[in-house]
């Protein structure tokens, strides 16, 4: 099994497994982001060319600061990302942007430390530990 496929699977199932919203949406959002070409580069990009950059360097950074619903649209937006998440997470994308508001920070932080993306090879433990929180 390869990194993203053990990604997929640990976010799929804490996302089927956890009931909460917010669980969806982590574990939707992961398994999104294995699928996205880009992936969390992507989200990194997209924040940074929609003037969300020092949003990105305060998560890499450990700076624990939520987003609102509307910043995770502006620094989402036009990526797919929301809507991939709603759609495997079972939810409204308004429903995404409201957890991603909390979720994304977590997200940056664990596998963007620093703004920079994690190398793939990390990638397994650190999904596995940042869907914990969430279960």
């Not at 079972?90 to 942007?97: A, D, L």
């Amino acid at each position: 099994m390869g990194i993203m496929d053990m990604i997929q699977s640990l976010a799929g199932q804490t996302g089927a497994a956890a009931g909460t919203d917010q669980a969806k949406v982590a574990g939707g959002f992961i398994e999104a982001l294995t699928q996205h070409p880009e992936g969390i580069q992507g989200v990194l990009d997209a924040f940074k060319n929609n003037g969300m950059a020092e949003h990105v360097n305060n998560w890499g950074a450990g700076q624990a600061t939520t987003a609102t619903p509307e910043q995770v649209q502006q620094g989402l937006g036009g990526t797919g990302l929301i809507e991939a998440t709603a759609a495997k997470a079972g939810v409204s994308p308004q429903i995404v942007q409201v957890a991603l508001a909390t979720v994304l920070p977590m997200v940056i932080q664990h596998f963007a430390p620093n703004g920079q993306a994690a190398p793939t090879s990390s990638m397994g433990s650190m999904a596995q530990s940042l869907l914990s929180k969430f279960v």
